[in-house]
């Protein structure tokens, strides 16, 4: 083992200082390594760039991370509803008539058919009602139908929405929401926000280096489900009690016909009255939008129409004059801020569910950089620790597992980049513990290799048997350790994660290491000092 | 230069001598641990309990804690408790789990950075629901349980079933120390705990591995030394690595415990008593553990002995 190929050596070295090179990116500012993409020659391919660089996780550079849960029983209980309205069309199409009406059930809807020859009409109907739950593509269709119809001999007949089926309904709401977060994060003009998608019903928003966390909340949390409807008479049938903001929550008739929606609106701004010079909010509707707005208003001219968002009335003005020009205004009690977000949410579109908050996490930028600060402090002070006390043992030896310790940490550092993962507080904090275990491997060899000798054997045969004996306990040692390590990075949640990540690098490359630099340099040693004994 | 020598060469400790005294300590201080478990318990974070953590800073350098304390306990949000720690006027905000779900959590949020927002700089707000809670705890306990069985595996594997016996029992152990730590100190036991213990767990491993592969190697060398002495010879021929492995590991905690800031210090605290408790425990009750299973019983076929030798060449 001892005797050194020209060729393996450089091989060695080239992987090792790539390595380490990898982490040089990282010294740079952002802009700098834009302008390295932007300015190399396109023959060059981007993973060899300097320009991959570790991410800061949101407890370093600072910023909230929001955890939404979608309201499962709000979609599967508009499922149903309109499961009710489909059976109810079905019924009328038919024309058969029902005993007792349609039942509403807590996953469906049942009604009571006694004559068999109209359950012989409608059940074929009620089927088709049905869908194939879409997983097409690898699997094809995965035959789960998303509503169960079973007809009883009583004539009682049943529609469910299945499991599966609510399930395919969340999933889709979530892809929806997290198109909508999407654009309400960017409105608020931050870098870099992360929106994913967090197990069926979960959506996770990462926005770094955020001044007001309140005003990101605000957006994300509201559903922003606008409506425009008639003030209608408290005694008229198919009418809501809505609270009214403008009027201290005071609930008034609202119409439950819905003239048009948020999703017909293309532009909504926040300005100023021109008059009251009050913040409003102005909008401009689609051409469907325009048209029924303006028939809508042309038709109740002199009566009020309320602007619902959200099932609270902001205002309720009385229509002066048809506006069929598709754009108007919504006044009420705004502050500037308000109206700024209303705008944001009406733009960005409403949530198919109301979604809450489960989970927020957030550190201030000031917070961050001291934490960097320490992480680097104590970093330095423990490989400095680390090194003078390995020196101290074992001399000349302790300097070469130094050097094995220092592209340790450069490699852990330059495979981050080129993963570009993601170091956390918790990663730091990892980074200093494996400088403190790093050298273990070192330490298994030298001590091996001194008890070697001790046994009588010749210097030569001492460092071989101490590489060769050492190596199984390394590995052995090492992946216990990577087994623990691997099983905190599946359940691990962000920071923590950081930390695994760091952890099992670190562990991938000691082994590295002390398998191949601190061989190479012992052998170098040897070949040029040409030593009796352990230098230890 | 004369080198450090922190373990003479030779050494003849009767390792597994001293189990008369390590296993009681080690089963007492387990009682305790239990004790203290049931009647005080875990000082859970908000990771594991749900409700709401603050931490701000006294834009002038100065808090006022009773001033914050008094305010805070106005809100109707319960008991809060204010602390104060760090060097810079920081304080800390802890609002229990409000009844209400969700929203009701957010509540608190809003309320009290209108109250401080003005003399205080928030450097930290988390909320945890009770659903997010409830999860983080069985994802944790998940964690250390797959841990420990992953391992179980590979040691059965590649040791013998005796041998992993004897790594699992000292694993077992350290982590029941360490949560006799964090109930003694009323440490905050959160998701980095979790990491620690997860941990301490690798590191225990490491350290009782490294034994056993000699333990295991020798077996192999001396058919007929009594188990005892074999032991004993085990951990003295490693003993010398062990203490300077430690050592470095405890240097580089050390420096994370007074340097690497407030937010991982409890971390660090935690790693640096494992550490200690694992070195222990390697040595005084996973190998004493293996003179009662019978080591030598079905112990490496031929087979493997000529692997072994193969490997050699």
């Given at each position: 083992m001892l005797r050194l190929q020209a060729r393996k050596v450089i091989l060695v070295l080239l992987v090792l200082v790539f390595g380490c090179g990898l982490a040089v990116p990282n010294l740079f500012s952002p802009e700098t390594r834009k302008a390295i993409e932007q300015g190399a020659p396109a023959w060059i391919p981007r993973f060899l760039l300097p320009i991959h660089a570790m991410t800061l996780g949101l407890d370093l550079q600072g910023g909230s991370h929001v955890l939404l849960e979608i309201d499962r029983a709000d979609l599967i209980r508009s499922q149903v509803t309109q499961l009710r309205d489909d059976v109810r069309r079905i019924l009328r199409e038919e024309r058969v008539g029902l005993q007792g009406g349609i039942g509403l059930t807590p996953r469906g809807v049942q009604l009571r058919v006694p004559e068999a020859a109209d359950r012989a009409k409608l059940m074929p109907k009620f089927r088709e009602l049905a869908q194939p739950i879409g997983t097409f593509g690898a699997f094809g269709p995965s035959g789960n139908q998303s509503i169960e119809v079973t007809e009883n001999p009583d004539g009682l007949i049943q529609l469910n929405v299945t499991e599966a089926g609510s399930n395919e309904r969340i999933r889709r709401a979530v892809e929806q929401a997290m198109e909508v977060l999407r654009r309400r994060v960017d409105a608020l003009g931050t870098t870099e926000p992360n929106i994913q998608r967090q197990g069926l019903d979960r959506i996770l928003v990462q926005v770094p280096g955020l001044q007001d966390p309140q005003r990101l909340k605000q957006i994300l949390g509201e559903t922003a489900k606008l409506q425009f409807r008639m003030v209608a008479d408290a005694n008229a049938g198919d009418v809501d009690m809505l609270p009214s903001q403008d009027q201290g929550g005071q609930p008034i008739p609202i119409s439950r016909q819905v003239i048009v929606e948020g999703e017909d609106l293309i532009d909504a701004q926040p300005a100023f009255d021109q008059r009251t010079s009050q913040p409003i909010v102005n909008f401009r509707f689609n051409i469907r939008g325009a048209q029924r707005f303006g028939q809508a208003t042309t038709e109740n001219l002199g009566r009020q129409l309320a602007i619902v968002l959200d099932n609270k009335v902001i205002s309720a003005p009385v229509i002066q004059s048809p506006i069929t020009g598709g754009s108007g205004q919504i006044s009420g009690n705004f502050t500037v801020e308000s109206v700024n977000n209303l705008a944001i949410l009406l733009r960005a579109g409403a949530l198919p569910a109301k979604m809450t908050i489960v989970e927020e996490r957030t550190v201030g930028p000031g917070l961050g950089q001291d934490s960097i600060q320490a992480g680097k402090m104590a970093t330095i002070i423990a490989t400095v620790l680390v090194i003078l006390y390995m020196i101290g043992n074992y001399g000349l030896f302790g300097i070469i597992a130094s050097i094995a310790l220092l592209v340790h940490v450069c490699l852990i550092l330059g495979l981050m980049s080129l993963l570009g993962a993601t170091m956390t507080l918790p990663g730091i904090a990892g980074i200093v513990l494996t400088i403190g275990t790093a050298v273990d491997s070192n330490v298994l060899i030298y001590e091996r290799m001194r008890e070697e000798s001790h046994l009588g054997r010749s210097l030569v045969s001492a460092l071989e048997a101490g590489f060769q004996r050492a190596f199984a306990t390394i590995i052995d040692s090492n992946v216990t350790m990577l087994i623990a390590a691997v099983a905190l990075f599946a359940l691990g949640s962000g920071p923590v994660r950081g930390f695994?990540?760091?952890?099992?690098?670190?562990?991938?490359?000691?082994?590295?290491?002390?398998?191949?630099?601190?061989?190479?340099?012992i052998a170098l040693w040897y070949r040029w000092a040409r030593p009796k004994a352990l230098p230890f | 230069m004369r080198l450090l020598r922190i373990v003479p060469d030779n050494t003849k400790f009767r390792i597994v001598h001293w189990r008369r005294l390590a296993y009681p300590f080690s089963a007492a201080y387990s009682v305790l641990v239990l004790v203290l478990f049931l009647t005080v318990g875990l000082n859970f974070g908000i990771d594991f309990r749900g409700g709401t953590l603050m931490e701000m800073q006294a834009k002038s350098g100065k808090p006022d804690i009773a001033q914050v304390r008094q305010t805070a306990n106005s809100f109707g949000f319960g008991e809060v408790e204010v602390q104060e720690f760090g060097s810079a006027g920081d304080l800390s905000m802890r609002f229990a789990l409000q009844p209400g779900g969700e929203i009701a959590q957010q509540a608190v949020v809003t309320k009290a950075r209108a109250a401080f927002a003005?003399?205080?700089?928030?450097?930290?707000?988390?909320?945890?629901?009770?659903?997010?809670?409830?999860?983080?705890?069985?994802?944790?306990?998940?964690?250390?349980?797959?841990?420990?069985?992953?391992?179980?595996?590979?040691?059965?594997?590649?040791?013998?079933?005796?041998?992993?016996?004897?790594?699992?029992?000292?694993?077992?152990?350290?982590?029941?120390?360490?949560?006799?730590?964090?109930?003694?100190?009323?440490?905050?036991?959160?998701?980095?705990?979790?990491?620690?213990?997860?941990?301490?767990?690798?590191?225990?491993?490491?350290?009782?591995?490294?034994?056993?592969?000699?333990?295991?190697?020798?077996?192999?060398?001396?058919?007929?030394?009594?188990?005892?002495?074999?032991?004993?010879?085990?951990?003295?021929?490693?003993?010398?690595?062990?203490?300077?492995?430690?050592?470095?590991?405890?240097?580089?905690?050390?420096?994370?415990?007074?340097?690497?800031?407030?937010?991982?210090?409890?971390?660090?605290?935690?790693?640096?008593?494992?550490?200690?408790?694992?070195?222990?425990?390697?040595?005084?009750?996973?190998?004493?553990?293996?003179?009662?299973?019978?080591?030598?019983a079905g112990r490496l076929d031929q087979g493997e002995e000529l692997a072994e030798a193969k490997a050699r060449v």
């Open positions: 695994a990540v760091v952890f099992i690098l670190g562990i991938l490359t000691t082994v590295i290491t002390a398998v191949t630099l601190t061989r190479m340099l | 003005e003399a205080y700089e928030f450097r930290r707000v988390e909320t945890v629901g009770p659903r997010v809670s409830g999860e983080l705890v069985q994802a944790g306990t998940l964690g250390v349980v797959l841990a420990i069985i992953g391992v179980l595996v590979y040691l059965w594997f590649r040791f013998e079933m005796q041998l992993a016996i004897g790594a699992i029992v000292g694993t077992m152990h350290d982590i029941v120390l360490t949560m006799g730590f964090f109930l003694i100190t009323q440490l905050e036991f959160n998701l980095t705990s979790i990491a620690a213990i997860l941990t301490i767990v690798g590191y225990s491993l490491n350290e009782t591995v490294v034994v056993f592969d000699r333990t295991r190697e020798l077996l192999r060398r001396y058919k007929t030394m009594p188990i005892p002495e074999l032991l004993d010879l085990s951990v003295n021929s490693t003993l010398s690595r062990t203490a300077i492995t430690s050592t470095t590991t405890i240097l580089a905690l050390v420096a994370l415990v007074f340097f690497g800031g407030t937010a991982i210090e409890g971390f660090a605290l935690v790693m640096l008593f494992g550490v200690m408790v694992c070195t222990y425990s390697a040595m005084f009750v996973s190998t004493p553990v293996l003179l009662y299973l019978d080591v030598r």
